[in-house]
């Protein structure tokens, strides 16, 4: 027992002399592929809770959870969001601010007259598809389809953009949002 | 003249006071607001070229130019661009290679049978109107319409995203870039 | 004068056939210059209302204001700060929690036994500057040095980095200090 | 075998329904903690390497090998480094420019004729050890002890901070560089 102090002492030199990053604290706020893909799947799951919200409790409860999703998966708080839904047209096609996502999610806004609430639409399935994604300093971007089913089966695919960043708290969120249907030669 | 010392000692004395960082190497990467739209008037310009060249000069000039402007203002060799151009179609849709947006501007790729070359099309003139421009960290990005006019005097207007990085000599690339026709309800 | 109308409506269009984002919604999260140099001048504001209020109320009340600006300057609750403060000593010379910075800044604290409370030690002045400022990215890092001057009139000047970067809600916050006396020859 | 579709079909939707960036490129530019220690590492085996190459080949073979360690590992042409060196004293404390760095390495540069050259003492070996690594945006903060040994077996520890950014090429450099002795109480 009196040789523990001579077997350790050399232990933590040969530990030392490795240049050893072992007990440094690290604080890593880069953003993983992994922590992309599970934001992606909570924008999917959450249109779907909306639509399941609104069939069994109405649009009042659909829009109250939309108002979460936005707070909590989109950074209006930073100023703006650069938000292209699929179905907005013009002079109202650019949804910066939270009223112009609550409104195109939910409708119900006179502010919004074309708006009939995207995510009311009985969506029961959602999932993205990522062509590419590019992860660079404060954000990652991805690029892809994302496919939406609804009550009947039907699966509408999208062309999608978003782009994320990492908050205070260390949650993703969305900055960016281009979404297009596919171009169909006329 | 032998007030001057102590005139000057006092100045350099307030000056020092200040904190001032007057004299301080200043290295500043952020990408301000004028150097987007700075690198929007080029895209827009190079469009036009392009188009002008292929009517003096035939596709493999256009081809030719088209390459230049696509290896100095995209960020291809990072290893990916998000590219969704306004008229591509599945399998295609997405243009994640340097070969893939040549094709989309230009044409004459086997590879991408459906490519008829956009930039081909004799466009006159072209002038982009951010809705919203969010700067942080290494990024700016933009949303907002791309108005394209034809030697008709036809207008097309595109919904289109732009994401630039700043590259090691201090231009901007285009990281991600996602164009779509307006939504026309059918 | 009837004229005007005529001038007015080209310069109109001039304005708009610039691609003009006059109208577009700007959010720029880059750090500018001045945002660093007023967070310096904060921090030495800080350092010197602390020794003020430890002269008159007591080290309970500078321990109380010292908690306030560290939590409001620093980044701690990001999981760590690159602190390396003047004075410290092996094996506590790196301070990457709050206590550790606090202990330094007030001392009173036994985890920290040789920590006498560095802002108390009656300092009446403070500034800084800056031999160079690199903008880069999320972050600001300044490199320079820092006058304190003591009750006697006394200047102890250091050497200092510091690394902000902007939290959520747009405050700079240091997430690296590196701070040490000059290089003396022995 | 007639069997082989209807099992290849469920196949690739279940693919599909994982939402899937199996396929997907992914361009990820984020530091990580691996890259900067290799970088630590290859600061500590230049230096050692520059001393070596001193000792056998004489300064201007030591000179040549700084300049392209220094060209290879900081970050100059970006206008400027933040470099703080162990033993510089005022005016000439800051290295902001190359050829301030490279006096300070090797010495021989009647422009700062108090530089001997650092890293022709004869440096045998040279160990990193962090305290803290801080990885966000696009950089990376270390704060540690460097440990260098001489011919002789003597240790020297230095107190560091290295800031890292990655080049175009991918590389990290050295964009802030503070190294100051340990406080010794008076």
């Not at 040789?3 to 604080?27: H, Y």
């Not at 706020?29 to 609104?54: F, P, R, Y």
């Not at 996502?101 to 939910?106: I, K, P, R």
């Not at 089966?153 to 960043?165: H, L, R």
């Amino acid at each position: 027992m009196t040789n523990k102090p001579r077997v350790l002492i050399p232990v933590a030199l040969a530990l030392a002399s490795l240049g050893s990053a072992a007990s440094a604290t690290v604080v890593n706020q880069a953003i993983s592929e992994a922590e992309v893909l599970q934001a992606q799947k909570a924008w999917c799951k959450a249109l779907v809770d909306i639509s399941q919200t609104h069939a069994t409790s109405g649009q009042a409860a659909a829009k109250a959870l939309a108002e979460k999703v936005i707070d909590g998966a989109y950074g209006y708080q930073m100023g703006a969001v650069l938000f292209k839904p699929t179905l907005t047209v013009a002079p109202q096609t650019f949804r910066t601010t939270r009223a112009g996502a609550l409104a195109y999610f939910v409708g119900g806004d006179a502010a919004f007259p074309k708006d009939t609430g995207f995510a009311l639409k009985g969506w029961t399935q959602c999932e993205s598809k990522n062509a590419a994604v590019f992860i660079s300093g404060d954000s990652a971007t991805t690029m892809g389809n994302v496919m939406i089913t609804d009550k009947s089966g039907k699966v509408t695919t999208v062309d999608k953009t978003w782009k994320f960043v990492k908050d205070d708290a260390g949650k993703l969120r969305i900055v960016v949002h281009h979404s297009s249907l596919p171009y169909t030669a006329s």
